[in-house]
């Protein structure tokens, strides 16, 4: 194809800051991508390449610029999702998420769907009284469930947040490690205390820990229980056996929510031992009330390096099973 220039007017200066990024990765990465140079010549963005390319390229600055407009975060995994998203043809996909607001920090700051996959998930937990999803690291599993049981707490929708997951490394026994029980499962639980902890601010997130509105505990203290008027998360869901599995899912109570969450390609469970999460998802997912999700390397919306390491490890996992 032949060589062609594009231009596009450049916008005010704060907008270019925000669409070249820090060390020009956001246009670095649209480079990469797309293979094209694009160049600020006098006020002007320029592209050069293979018209095609050069399209493309012209399109996903656009959609970025409306993103910066609507007052979104841009980082090089948007940016790299946006790519994406023009190189298959799915661009016009993404102006659903340009006021697609999941919850709203204690800061102000607005939480939304970054991938077109993240935008359905998100609207499953809203409609399902369980949700399952499945996905690679970076997907945004954890945090927008803990985002949306913050926005049903701060709503009065439920009583009480209550946060699980398996403590594999530590075999579910946890009596020698030292200190009480949060102590004992901070470790496993950290990812869920720090989106709950921008969620409602730290002041007001340790209260709720101490009222007990906000409860974490190893899956293994679930047993016996009936969970009502609460917002359930169970993450790292991978590491459950089937039994386990089956025993969370039985604790659902009246007027709640549950939300498993894990990534197949990461069990570190004894070697023979089945997923719970992996059996969950062929049993029940033709079950009313439940839905199954699944996200992929696409959604993946941390560094562009997390969504390579992710096809990568997968490349090599299915080389192995051939």
């Known amino acids: 194809m032949a060589n062609v220039v594009k231009k596009i007017e450049t916008p ?11 060390y020009d990765e956001n246009v670095n990465e649209i480079k990469r991508k797309l293979n094209v140079d694009v160049l600020n010549v006098k006020g002007e963005l320029c592209f050069s390449g293979d018209e095609k390319d050069v399209e493309l390229a012209g399109q996903v600055v656009r959609k970025i610029i409306e ?6 975060a ?10 994406d998203c023009a190189r298959d043809g799915r661009l016009d996909e993404v102006d659903q998420l340009l006021n697609d607001v999941v919850a709203v920090t204690t800061r102000g700051k607005l939480i939304k769907s970054k991938t077109v996959g993240q935008k359905k998930y998100v609207e499953a937990i809203k409609k399902s009284i369980v949700t399952i999803a499945v996905g690679p690291a970076g997907t945004g599993k954890t945090y927008l469930a803990v985002a949306l049981a913050a926005s049903a707490y701060k709503a009065k929708q439920i009583d009480k947040i209550i946060l699980t997951r398996p403590a594999v490394e530590a075999g579910e026994k946890l009596g020698f490690l030292p200190g009480d029980l949060q102590e004992k499962v901070n470790p496993y639980l950290r990812p869920l205390y720090d989106g709950l902890q921008e969620m409602f601010g730290l002041e007001s ?9 906000i409860e974490v505990a190893p899956l293994a203290y679930m047993r016996g229980r ?40 990461q069990t570190d469970l004894p070697e023979g031992k089945k997923s719970g999460l992996r059996e969950a998802v062929g049993i029940l997912k033709n079950i009313e009330g439940i839905s199954v999700t699944a996200l992929t390397e696409k959604d993946v919306v941390r560094h562009p390096l997390v969504q390579a390491i992710v096809k990568a490890y997968e490349r090599s996992e299915k080389t192995d099973r051939n």
């Open 12 to 22: 005010d200066f704060d907008v270019l800051i925000k669409l070249f990024g820090p």
């Open 205 to 213: 997130y340790q209260k709720l820990i101490e009222r007990g509105a």
């Open 74 to 83: 841009i980082d090089i995994g948007r940016v790299t999702y946006l790519c």
């Open 67 to 72: 993103f910066i407009n609507k007052e979104d």
């Open 226 to 265: 009936t969970l009502s008027n609460a917002f359930i998360i169970l993450d790292e869901a991978q590491n459950t056996t089937r039994e386990q599995m089956k025993m969370f899912l039985t604790r659902l109570g009246e007027n709640s929510r549950m939300v498993v969450t894990g990534d197949l390609t």
